[in-house]
């Protein structure tokens, strides 16, 4: 049944079938479509589509048939493998192309015509890619096989995210597969996304080097024998002096319980809260050996903040600060501290909430307030160089930790 002379294409009805197809020539071609369907409305409505769709492929010097993506890969890799045999290329590129054509461009696009993959599409295939062996489908792939040197071998498939370096080499073949498909008529040129990545911005927390940090100690041994002595003189640029009156007491003993601050976080990697949560009661150990010779010393430290706890094994250095501290509550209160006093307390006994602005000021002392970035440190900067200084020497900041 013939219809609708005055279109481009002539729709009919097969023998046997209600079903409509349609019937039309182009680019000196006769070619014949079923419709899939027996509603003649709906079937003028496909013909017009279909038949506006190869025209507009043909002006623009498209093969008139749809490519399926795994067809144009497979005839690119029958090329390789010609002009390989004709040494017109790299005899690698028939070994280790085809593996990885077909492992990954063609298991995504899979039979997607070739002329609708666009540029959105390549960067979504990107990251899949990048996450194939991790959380995509090579999760299920145990072995993978391998050929190098005409040896044929199995190896157990990679758990990891690919390298940039790996994603540049495969989208050179993906760019030659498009290249060629271009130049079969398969598809128009497609710009290829970048595999560029973005430059992964430093926010790492600032640290000390250890000369920085035995820098700073150094400082601070010096700002408490400076507050011991008499009056100073001090001279300004332009010549002019005064005499500074020596610092009181309490300045004298809040420098000293600072420097045993940075002394104890720099041996112990404690974040400052956990260190102002610490009472006299936390500090196992030491008050049974205090008095013994230093080398018979010892203190475990019961760790709670953040959410956790833990008994913390600190370096000798921790214990001497430690020790400075009991020295320093004896003199100040006239009694040993109790189980519930705060291993960080002022003169009063109170618990010492921050230590930040004295560590501001022994950080300008010593021209140390900012790291080679130049981010500001703060107290948790000893954290970093506490873990930073136990990984340099090989040993894991979990191992001093209970």
Known sequence: MLQRTKQPFVLFQRPGTKNWSMRYSLDGKQIKKSLQTHDEAEALRLANQIWHEQTYRLKQGLTIDEQPFSKVAEEFIKKVEFEASADERSKYHPI??????????????????????????????LLWRKTYWT????????????????RIYSRAAPRKVAALSTLNGEM????????QAARWGYCQPLV?????T????????????????????RVCEKRIYESFTDERQVQAKDGRTW???????????DRVRLYAYILLMGSTGLRPTEAKNLTWGNILLFRETRDKPDHQKDARLQVRGKGKHGISVPLPSAIYAIGMLWDLFEKELEREPNDDDPLF????GKRISSFKRGFAEALKAANLERDHRGVRRTPYSLRHYYISSRIEEGVSHSATTA
């Not at 489908?137 to 072995?143: A, D, H, N, Q, S």
């Not at 290829?192 to 560029?196: A, D, Q």
């Open 198 to 217: 973005r430059k992964r911005v430093d926010n790492r927390r600032p640290s000390f080097t250890g000369t920085e940090y035995n820098t700073l100690l």
């Open 135 to 150: 959380s995509g489908p090579g999760t299920k792939i145990e072995k993978i096989r391998c050929e190098r040197n005409g």
């Open 172 to 179: 050179v073949i993906i760019r030659g597969i498009f290249e």
């Open 243 to 253: 005499k500074l009156p020596p610092p009181s007491k309490h300045i004298r003993a």
């Open 192 to 196: 290829m996304p970048s595999t560029k």
């Open 96 to 125: 280790y192309w085809p593996p990885i054509i077909r492992r990954f461009p063609m298991a995504y696009f899979g039979d997607k015509p070739i002329d609708t993959i666009t540029s959105a599409d390549l960067e979504r295939y």
């Open 345 to 348: 307390a002022n003169h009063e």
